[in-house]
């Protein structure tokens, strides 16, 4: 029996009784062909042939025996088609690879300027740099006015209501450390009082010969230690109202002057630059640094124009607070004082219910928060 000899099936070509290829089986093997492709690659871009003799055309597919469409094909080797070759080289054309072989940024990204990158060390830099001239100039003109060569922006008016105020708050000062000083000898006077009070009472109820005299100045010392300390409330009331006159107020007032008295050498500084810049010559050199000066020169003008403006305003709000102050102080510490050392127990009380001033109890402690709410 003789054998058949073994026949690839792709180079078998069936013919029809009239002489046409018949495309059953080239069908059949496409079909099966696209099953095992994988999904993102379509067969519209291969072009696949069942007898794999054209080596010329891409996208060729070559396969195995075609054992039918039953029986999974075997394993395909592919190469690429002309399409795909395309969108590699359109993509690799994007890429600037530079000589020394870093690749670079893609066209169609962003570009990013180095000179729009703000450096923070310059930034500093610049800042040190404008302090220190400013500082530069600021010295030298105190020097030239120290020294009596330079000129200064007075005016007269407001440095003399300045004046006032500064001698009035030393003159303040000293009535305030004198009348903490009378406070604390009252203090130690009404605590020696009562504790003679308590001595005087003790003897009395020992000593029954002299039961009445003893009773006598133990009632009288009581009565002072308790007259001395009501009039130690109203000194400590009248101690309070002044030290927040002279320590908070005044004291706030002369903070803005001496912003004032920056703001006023800062504005003679820079005049006087601009003076010495208007002597000289004026040329392409020049020109760009009087105008710069004349800049700087009018933005430290408003800065002293304000800031003397803020000077006056708080001068006057002081003065009419001060003498509002100081007229319902020194009149209570008046009247306190003389009903203390006239014995009127009733006036002196009545003092402090005027100005409504409370009196802690000797001897009981402060209210806590949950009893004060």
């Known amino acids: 029996m003789a054998q058949d000899s ?47 003799f054209d080596s010329t055309k891409e996208g060729v597919v070559e396969a195995g025996a075609f054992q039918g469409s039953s029986a999974p094909p075997l394993p395909s080797v592919m190469s690429p088609s002309r399409v795909a070759a395309s969108q590699l080289a359109q993509q690799e054309s994007d890429v600037i690879v530079p000589a020394g072989g870093q690749r670079a940024q893609t066209k169609s990204g962003p570009v990013v300027l180095a000179d729009e990158i703000k450096n923070p060390a310059m930034e500093k830099l610049e800042l040190v740099r404008k302090w220190s001239l400013n500082t530069y100039k600021c010295t030298r003109q105190i020097i030239s006015e120290k020294l009596g060569r330079g000129s200064r922006t007075v005016d007269l008016e407001l440095e003399a209501q300045i004046d006032i105020l500064r001698d009035n708050k030393k003159k303040y000062e000293n009535i305030l450390r004198l009348a903490q000083t009378l406070s604390n000898q009252l203090f130690q006077m009404v605590h020696t009082q009562r504790q003679l009070g308590d001595a005087f009472a003790d003897l009395s109820l020992k000593s029954l010969e002299l039961h009445e005299e003893f009773g006598y100045n133990a009632d009288t010392q009581k009565l002072l230690a308790k007259n001395g300390e009501t009039l130690l409330g109203a000194i400590n009331f009248f101690i309070a109202s002044v030290n927040t006159l002279v320590n908070k107020t005044i004291e706030d007032t002369l903070m803005t002057v001496k912003q004032y008295e920056s703001a006023r050498i800062e504005y003679d500084a820079y005049r006087t630059d601009l003076e010495e810049l208007n002597l000289g010559p004026r040329d392409a050199n020049t020109l760009p640094k009087i105008e710069q000066s004349q800049h700087l020169f009018q933005a430290h003008k408003e800065k002293y124009d304000k800031m003397r403006n803020d000077v006056s305003i708080k001068l006057k709000f002081l003065e009419e607070n001060k003498v ?50």
């Open 324 to 373: 509002k102050v100081l007229h319902n102080q020194l009149v209570l510490f008046h009247n306190a004082i003389a009903a203390y050392f006239a014995g009127n127990q009733k006036q002196l009380e009545q003092t402090l219910k005027q100005f409504h001033i409370k009196l802690k109890t000797p001897g009981v402690d402060a209210p806590s928060w949950l009893e004060e709410q």
């Open 6 to 52: 073994p026949k690839n099936s792709a180079a078998e070509i069936p013919v029809t009784s009239n002489g046409e290829v018949d495309d059953s089986h080239e069908h059949g093997f496409n079909r099966d062909l696209k099953r095992s492709l994988p999904a993102g690659l379509g067969l519209s871009e291969t072009q696949i042939t069942s007898h794999g």
